[in-house]
């Protein structure tokens, strides 16, 4: 059974940092890109990045709203993605989703969710 | 950046009413949009893939059409269990941008 579980979020203050976990099982998580999507409270879901698997060469993607600031990584061997959030914004308060992106031939998707972790940025 | 309009917000329906929600890409995106239905709390849970393909394990009263700019998620035969949000997402290109969602509700 594919199972993906998120950690590490709380409050923190405007300017901090904070580190996301993505621990993941069921599945070989190095074939795998993961990506982490967010939803702040009462609003919609808004993608956050994408790490590719290193079959892919481990690229990443992210938002424009959180590019420079954000920066995801993986570690296969544990199979854990990370979130590493830095400079953080009242704006970034939100449930942080990791999901398991699959690619297939003209597919593309999050087929795996974990249940989230909140994260919320307040002095 | 590819914009993702779903339409209608939210709407209102009985148990046994067929229900469609439209989603619209700014530019064409072929046939790579999913569907996701999140309930109340919950984590979003995938539906429809590559337009329409039923997810393993979704009911098959649920039906998605379209490419290119246009797509169609169907609930053919409301049930109790589909009242939710759904979101569209385009995964043609990064970023992968999701619809705004529309809610479904009881009437």
């Known amino acids: 059974e594919v199972q993906l579980v998120e950690s590490g979020g709380g409050l923190v203050q405007p300017g901090r940092s904070l580190r996301l976990s993505c621990t993941a099982s069921g599945f070989t998580f190095g074939d795998y890109a993961m990506t982490w999507v967010r939803q702040a409270p009462g609003k919609g879901l808004e993608w956050v990045g994408i790490?590719?698997?290193?079959?892919?060469?481990?690229?990443?993607d992210y938002a424009a709203s959180v590019k420079g600031r954000f920066t995801i990584s993986r570690d296969d061997s544990k199979s854990i993605a990370y979130l590493q959030m830095n400079s953080l914004k009242t704006e970034d308060t939100a449930v942080y989703y990791c999901?398991?992106?699959?690619?297939?031939?003209?597919?593309?998707?999050?087929?795996?969710w974990g249940q989230g972790t909140l994260v919320t940025v307040s002095s | 950046d590819i914009q993702m309009t779903q339409s209608p917000s939210s709407l209102s329906a009985s148990v046994g009413d067929r229900v469609t929600i439209t989603c619209r890409a700014s530019q064409s995106i072929s046939s790579y949009l999913n569907w996701y239905q999140q309930k109340a709390g919950k984590a979003p849970k995938l539906v429809i893939y590559a337009a329409y393909s039923l997810q393993s394990g979704a009911p098959s009263r649920f039906t998605g059409s379209g490419s290119g700019t246009d797509f169609t998620l169907t609930i053919s035969s409301l049930q109790p269990e589909d009242f939710a949000t759904y979101y569209c997402q385009q995964s043609y290109s990064t970023p992968l941008t999701f619809g705004g969602g529309t809610k479904v509700e009881i009437k």
């Open positions: 790490i590719r698997s290193k079959a892919y060469g481990g690229t990443t």
């Open positions: 999901t398991r992106h699959s690619s297939g031939i003209a597919a593309s998707t999050e087929d795996y």
